[in-house]
């Protein structure tokens, strides 16, 4: 067999929003047993989701998909206010498992725009996390800003009277630049107290820079909808990878890419389960002789409460 080194990046996989999002419709399905209706992917990963699926969980878009009194549970994403208003007007029993950090960029923005100031939104348009912030806010209250062009582009109504936020899920180094942009032209530009890319999505990118420029390939498992495993993508060829591809199981593996190479990185968003990437694992060390090396960047030891109705079930 052919000798592979494999450089395997930690952290990688579930961060705690993500784990806390799934505990929350495997309680919610002990606790009041199936259907429980979940709006949208309860995260980005179809795996997670079909297995859900199989136990139990229905996963719809709208509100209006769900029945009269059903257990009604928001995504790790977040909805829009116009959402929860929905819901409550409805009587749904709704259980939120918006992740505790996108929470905190609702809560950023909504301060900002009470503070009297027009709110930017670093983010891409039409991700579920987006289209949740920006509806905390009346319409035209955020203006979303994607790229270093809609930086420079941007015109406010009032130069002393700007803030932005961000998306929780972006490059980190992307957003940097965009930040740079929008602080030289607007010096008094307010920013959040803290970070808003999360410690996951931050510390999943600096291990990737970790391995990239040693390896031939890498690969990120993920979904093709998982914002933070697109990034890890683009973050491994900019740190000198030749190539980095994002897979959703060993299944998807072409061989044929990795035709030749003795030089593998792995390393997985922050929604893929540790079972897939060790089926990928698995499926190398099925075809090469196989070195696999852990590369630790960084301890990840982050843990969020459940919500108050699955802690004590008469709150629902």
Same mark, same amino acid.
């Given at each position: 067999?052919r000798s592979l080194h494999v450089r395997l990046a930690q952290p990688r996989g579930f961060c705690a929003g993500v784990e806390r999002a799934i505990e929350i419709v495997e309680r919610a399905l002990d606790l009041y047993g199936p259907p429980?209706?979940?709006?949208? @992917? ?20 709208? !509100? ?27 009587? %749904? ?6 992740? *505790? ?10 301060? %900002?725009?009470?503070?009297?100031? @027009?709110?930017? %939104? ?5 991700? $579920? /996390? ?21 930086? &420079? ?5 009032? /130069? ?9 899920? !972006? ?10 942009? %929008?602080? @030289?032209?607007? $010096?008094?530009?307010?920013? *959040? ?22 390896? /031939? ?6 979904? *093709? ?21 994002? &897979? ?24 893929? *389960?540790?079972?897939?990437?060790? /089926? ?19 301890? @990840? ?5 459940? $919500? ?9």
């Amino acid at each position: 067999m052919r000798s592979l080194h494999v450089r395997l990046a930690q952290p990688r996989g579930f961060c705690a929003g993500v784990e806390r999002a799934i505990e929350i419709v495997e309680r919610a399905l002990d606790l009041y047993g199936p259907p429980v209706y979940v709006r949208h @992917e309860i995260v980005h990963n179809r795996h997670v989701v079909e297995s859900l699926r199989a136990k139990g969980a229905v996963f719809v878009e709208e !509100l209006e998909e769900i029945p009269d009194g059903a257990v009604t549970i928001f995504s790790a994403h977040g909805v829009s206010a116009a959402v929860e208003d929905e819901a409550r007007r409805r009587d %749904l029993p709704v259980i939120d498992a918006t992740c *505790p950090l996108v929470s905190k960029v609702h809560s950023e923005a909504e301060r %900002l725009h009470q503070a009297g100031r @027009e709110v930017l %939104l670093i983010g891409h348009a039409g991700h $579920p /996390e987006v289209l949740g912030t920006m509806g905390q806010l009346p319409d035209g209250a955020v203006h979303l800003i994607e790229t270093i062009a809609d930086a &420079l582009a941007f015109q406010p109504k009032d /130069e002393g009277a700007l803030a932005y936020t961000t998306q929780t899920t !972006l490059s980190v180094d992307d957003t940097r630049a965009i930040v740079d942009v %929008l602080k @030289e032209r607007f $010096p008094d530009i307010v920013g *959040p107290r803290k970070d808003d890319i999360c410690y996951a999505t931050t510390n999943r990118q600096e291990a990737v820079k970790k391995i990239a420029a040693a390896c /031939e390939r890498v690969i990120v498992v993920g979904s *093709p909808n998982s914002s933070n495993s697109a990034r890890l993508v683009e973050v491994a060829e900019r740190a000198g990878c030749p190539r980095a591809m994002l &897979l959703q199981s060993a299944a998807e593996i072409d061989w044929d890419d990795f035709t030749g190479i003795s030089r593998l990185g792995i390393t997985a968003g922050a929604s893929a *389960p540790e079972n897939l990437v060790q /089926e990928i694992i698995d499926a190398f060390k099925a075809r090469f002789a196989a070195r696999v090396e852990p590369v630790v960047t960084a301890a @990840e030891d982050v843990v969020f409460k459940l $919500p108050r109705e699955l802690r004590d079930r008469s709150a629902l």
